[in-house]
């Protein structure tokens, strides 16, 4: 399974930019859907994320600013999830990575290659 983040890029202080996540093969059952990142010099975080039962949760960091969705199909390619971005502020910057979660009891992990995101004037 594949799947591919687009949508990062330089955006000024204040901006906002929204990150997609595309599935390029088949997931029978998606558990849940997030959006990590791993700002410079630290560890990946999990920024927010959307069960299946539409429960989201945000990290404290983004809560208010950032907004999880689901997103359609579209031909060969699906989008899964989306990451809308407001406000964004230098803390921000990261290569930011979409995450699929398949199955339940008998999990698999699929993780984007990863899209970069930077804050600044």
């Known amino acids: 399974v594949r799947l591919v983040e687009s949508g990062g890029g330089l955006v000024q202080p204040g901006g906002s930019l929204r990150l997609s996540c595309e599935i390029f093969?088949?997931?029978?059952?998606?558990?849940?859907m997030a959006w990590y990142r791993q700002p410079p010099g630290k560890q990946r975080e999990l920024v927010a994320e959307?069960?299946?039962?539409?429960?989201?949760?945000?990290?404290?960091s983004v809560k208010g600013r950032f907004s999880i969705s689901r997103g359609v199909s579209r031909g060969v390619a699906r989008n899964s999830h989306y990451l809308q971005m407001n406000s964004l502020i230098p803390e921000d910057t990261a290569v930011y990575y979409c995450?699929?979660?398949?199955?339940?009891?008998?999990?698999?992990?699929?993780w984007g290659q990863g899209t970069q995101v930077t804050v600044s004037s």
């Open positions: 995450y699929i979660q398949e199955g339940l009891g008998s999990r698999i992990d699929h």
């Open positions: 093969d088949t997931i029978y059952e998606i558990a849940k």
């Open positions: 959307l069960t299946i039962a539409d429960e989201t949760m945000y990290s404290d």
